[in-house]
């Protein structure tokens, strides 16, 4: 059986309850480059760095007499020069003759250091890459808007001079500039607010909301352009619930499914909001009578830069970020944004909430 032991490509010790070593093998006396005579009738304790040692003491031992078997367990031993030495310790504790026996087998982990340390680098440096992410997000926010701020608020300027002649060349030129204007602005937004998703620097930090003024105050603000088209915009019923939300980006969602209600839908049509709770959770409808989606594209319009692929889908502009921002939004605050709809039928775009108080937002 010594012979046996020998032989095996991994430490073998054994000791007893008072923690004496009872048995090595010659492979864990090269290991720590000490002699079997040396180790006999050592304290196991002996063997292990300090750190280790206080291990052993609170959770190795312990384990071993409470369930008799330890697997896996990372430990330091020090070698008879006071090196370190990972090992990975395997022990099965049994009776023979009225006395306990702890056996350990133990792999010595010669290059684990060099892959946590590989591991650690590797971490940090994408972590630099990420904060760069951010610094040169922030300064393409700057870079692109401030320009484009200017552009807007000179044109608006011009447009007030001419106003006693509205109906000029000048006038037209001047509208059509501030309204692609505004357009690029919502694009540059569309565009920095998805890499910031995409590389996790994106802040969500969620209160408690009165639902209603977020949906009215959407409402009004979406109301002139569904005007210009004869939508009308209808809050089927109101109400007091809270939610836990940014009130920020619930603003921007609830923007973003009127605007798209509203492109989508012919002169003459209608959309409708409507809430309803069920479980911890407050869902928001928004409804319309428009093109539809059909039901192989349901899902992918989630995606970024897919859009709806049909015939009467050509209206207006867009690269398909809009919903792909919203669902993720909605996913920061803990809720989720999906819709159903028939092509020719309309659509309804339902976006979930944690309710205020429930137990799943920890209020």
């Given amino acids: 059986m010594d012979q046996l032991l020998d032989r095996i490509p991994c430490g073998y010790l054994t000791f007893n309850d008072e923690g004496v070593i009872r048995e090595v093998n010659e492979r864990f006396c090269e290991m720590i480059g000490c002699s079997m005579e040396k180790l006999a009738g050592q304290s196991v304790e002996s063997v292990f760095t300090p750190g280790s040692g206080v291990f052993y003491q609170t959770h190795l031992y ?109 006038a037209e030129y001047l509208g059509m500039i501030k309204h692609a204007g505004k357009d690029l602005n919502r694009l540059i937004d569309d565009f920095l607010n998805f890499a910031r998703l995409e590389t996790g620097y994106f802040d969500v930090n969620t209160e408690v909301v009165v639902l209603e003024e977020s949906v009215i105050r959407a409402v009004m603000m979406m109301l002139p352009k569904a005007e210009m088209k004869k939508i009308k915009i209808n809050r089927r019923e109101k109400s007091d619930v809270k939610v836990m939300a940014d009130p920020d980006r619930l603003q921007q969602i609830l923007m973003n499914l009127l605007t798209n209600a509203i492109k989508f839908t012919d002169e003459g049509g209608w959309i409708s909001i409507s809430t309803r709770t069920e479980d911890a959770f407050v869902y928001i409808d928004v409804t319309d009578t428009g093109i539809g989606i059909p039901s192989d594209q349901q899902e992918i319009i989630f995606s970024p830069f897919m859009q709806v692929q049909t015939e009467s889908a050509g209206k207006g502009s867009g690269y398909g970020l809009g919903l792909a921002i919203c669902r993720q939004l909605a996913a920061l605050m803990e809720g989720d944004l999906t819709v159903q709809s028939k092509p020719g039928k309309g659509s309804t775009f339902t976006l979930s909430l944690p309710l205020s108080g429930s137990k799943r937002t920890g209020s």
């Avoid at 006071?82 to 133990?106: D, H, M, Q, T």
Wanted: a neutral charge; hydrophobic letters at 40%; glycine letters at 2%.
């Fill in 62 to 170: 312990p384990l071993l007499k409470l369930k008799n078997r330890v697997e896996e367990v990372y430990l330091s031993m020090k070698s008879a020069s006071g090196k370190k030495i990972p090992v990975l310790i395997n022990a099965l504790r049994s009776e023979e003759n009225g006395v306990f026996l702890n056996r350990c087998i133990i792999v010595q982990l010669q290059r684990r250091s060099e892959y946590v340390n590989q591991i650690l680098q590797a971490k940090k440096q994408a972590e630099e890459i990420s904060k760069s992410k951010e610094k040169f997000l922030s300064m393409m926010s700057h870079e692109l808007r401030t320009p484009l701020q200017v552009i807007i608020s000179l044109v608006e300027l011009l447009s007030e001079e001419l106003n006693g002649d509205a109906l000029s060349d000048e």
